[in-house]
């Protein structure tokens, strides 16, 4: 009874870049065809729905949803648009709407410019036209991506001055530093190159009363768009924390191209891979030296647990299973508290994703690192050159090994992504001149999208890889200036640790001859996982044993290699 009313719903959408091509497509030329339309057609009453500044790549749109939930209401006899691009631009969504929802529920459907009425039966160019309104919106959005692309590579910043910067008024392209901010974030700095832990340092700032970034813009009148504003303004999160420690930035950089949509159908971002970002150094004053932030990526990035309240956790994101790849948590023994241990993390009641435990004792790992370290710092100095060519021919050869490997499966990869590239050319027009069926042509371009997609991050995989072999040299330099620095440790600190160690890989102890065994791989900041020559370790590297428990002794010799 309601559908007998004979309400015609008159939809009308403008998007931002329909906006630039003048009135045509204006709200206002819409709204007078379309009811000059429902009145020739004998429809005297209308409702209208208006999605203003809404993409038709997306159907998620405040009106369009109001006139779904009114069909299925029963209140709507016809649905009115000035042409099929009004109602969207993706053919999947568009042939979905017209072809089953509105004929499911018995409604007129009209293209006034297109020449289309559901009441003169199926029109065999709807299809085609819908296909070229992707088209049209893919082409759209990809003159966007290239506009941003040249923007970007040529090192303007395309994103929002992080906290720390904010936009320079003689040149707003670019940024300049904000000092009350920037006071914050060499304060979080220097803390982790302390030693302290990511929630630790969250901690702090939050007992000092320190604004978290989103709530300082907030005071200085800066609106951002984002995650939700917690109510207490400074209540740092341990999230907040490790998103500044990971930022380039800070060291004076543009970094452009950090995260991509997967389609121009969608408006979510996913982050890309180091290899796929561009990286434009020296670009603004910066507010962290180079080395300090190195120095953090290699250390405390990865200290993501809160350490326990009794014991202090000097390793704190360094510990590795040699197993499962996971990482060690810390613990102290319910009986007695002053004993402190690690063990792998996903070896427990719920994950129990690894086999083993690999525990370790926290004092048997401090006596272990500590000889490590101070026999790598003996040999160096004995002999700086001799240390320096040994360390360069250990990266050199598996870089060269790495690097043929590494450039053949890039060469395979881009080839094979060029490939697809030409298979969507040859679709779409084969499509369009009839010989390929649409049905035939969704499967076909979903399935070259997936593997396109799967493609483009291998080879941001593998740019990476280059380009960190490419700086191992750089690297080497900075590692042998820290070795000068010290002619013998006595006690290891959190400093230290993270100063000398990337991570340690921590195997299950076994039983060899009647004696507990436990290997400890040690893989230092730059050189890797170096093993000092037998003649170079002398008193220092003689074998660690710990009695564990009662009648229970656990050794670890250091590996070594013979001099050449």
């Known amino acids: 009874m309601k559908r007998n009313q004979g309400i015609a719903a008159l939809y009308m959408r403008l998007s931002r870049d329909d906006e630039l091509k003048g009135e045509s497509n204006s709200i206002t030329n819409q709204r007078k065809v379309l009811t000059q339309v429902a009145a020739e057609q004998g429809y005297l009453k209308t409702k209208e729905y208006v999605d203003d500044g809404v993409s038709g790549t997306t159907f998620n749109r405040p009106a369009l949803n109001q006139m779904e939930r009114d069909i299925e209401d029963g209140l709507i006899a016809a649905v009115i648009v000035k ?32 020449g289309i009425d559901s009441r003169d039966g199926d029109n065999e160019f709807s299809a085609i036209r819908n296909v070229m309104n992707e088209m049209y919106a893919r082409d759209a959005s990809k003159k966007v991506r290239n506009s941003c692309r040249i923007r970007g590579s040529a090192g303007e910043p395309l994103g929002h001055p992080p906290y720390g910067y904010e936009r320079d008024p003689d040149n707003p392209k670019f ?26 340092i969250a901690d ?23 995650a939700y504003m917690s109510q207490d303004p400074c209540d740092w999160s341990h999230t907040t924390v490790l998103t500044m420690l990971a930022r380039r930035e800070y060291c004076g950089d543009v970094v452009n191209f950090k995260t991509e949509s997967r389609s121009f159908r969608s408006k979510s ?60 948590g810390f613990h102290f023994n319910q009986t007695n508290h ?10 427990n009641k ?34 700086i050159e001799l240390f320096a060519d040994k360390v360069m021919k250990s990266l050199s050869d598996a870089a060269i090994r790495d690097k043929k490997s590494l450039e053949l499966q890039l060469q395979r990869l881009e080839t094979r992504n060029r490939e697809l590239d030409m298979l969507f050319k040859r679709i779409y027009e084969d499509s369009a001149l009839g010989s390929l069926s649409h049905e035939r042509m969704l499967k076909l371009t979903t399935n070259y999208e997936d593997e396109q997609a799967t493609l483009e991050s291998q080879i941001a995989i593998a740019q990476g890889s280059l380009k960190e ?37 921590i195997h299950q102890a076994v039983k060899v001859d009647g004696r507990w065994q436990q290997r400890v791989d040690i893989f230092y900041n730059c050189i890797g996982d170096f093993r000092v020559p037998a003649a170079g370790v002398q008193k ?25």
């Open 83 to 114: 042409d099929l691009s009004r109602l969207g631009r993706d053919h999947i969504q568009v042939g979905l709407f017209t072809d089953s929802f509105l004929v499911e529920n018995d409604i007129r459907f009209i293209a006034a410019h297109d």
């Open 269 to 328: 971002r996913k982050k890309v891979s180091e290899g796929q970002q561009m990286v434009f150094e020296d670009v603004h004053e910066p507010i962290i030296s180079r080395e300090d932030y190195k120095r953090v990526q290699q250390k405390c990035t990865g200290a993501k647990r809160r350490p326990a309240k009794t014991k202090r956790n000097i390793f704190s994101g360094l510990l590795r299973c040699s197993d499962c790849g996971g990482t060690l």
């Open 338 to 347: 002053e004993i402190t241990y690690y063990n792998c993390s996903n070896n």
């Open 350 to 383: 719920k994950r129990k994703s690894c086999e083993s435990t690999h525990y370790v004792r926290a004092d048997f790992l401090e006596q272990i690192v500590l000889k490590e370290i101070n026999s790598l710092i003996r040999f160096a100095t004995q002999d």
């Open 175 to 200: 940024w300049r530093i904000d000092v009350e901010a920037a006071s914050v974030v060499r304060r979080i700095f220097a803390l982790a190159l302390e030693g302290k832990g990511i929630s630790q």
């Open 469 to 505: 072999l490419a700086e191992r040299e750089t690297n080497l330099a900075f590692f042998i200036e820290l070795v000068r620095k010290h002619s013998r440790i006595r006690k290891l600190t959190s400093e230290i640790i993270h100063s000398f160690i990337d991570y340690n890989k």
């Open 204 to 226: 702090i700032l939050t007992a000092d009363k320190v604004l978290v970034p989103k709530h300082y813009w907030a005071s200085k009148g800066i609106g951002r768009g984002g």
């Open 540 to 564: 220092v590297g003689r074998e660690t044993t710990l009695l564990t428990r009662k009648g229970v002794t656990i050794s670890h010799a250091p590996r070594l290699v013979k001099a050449s």
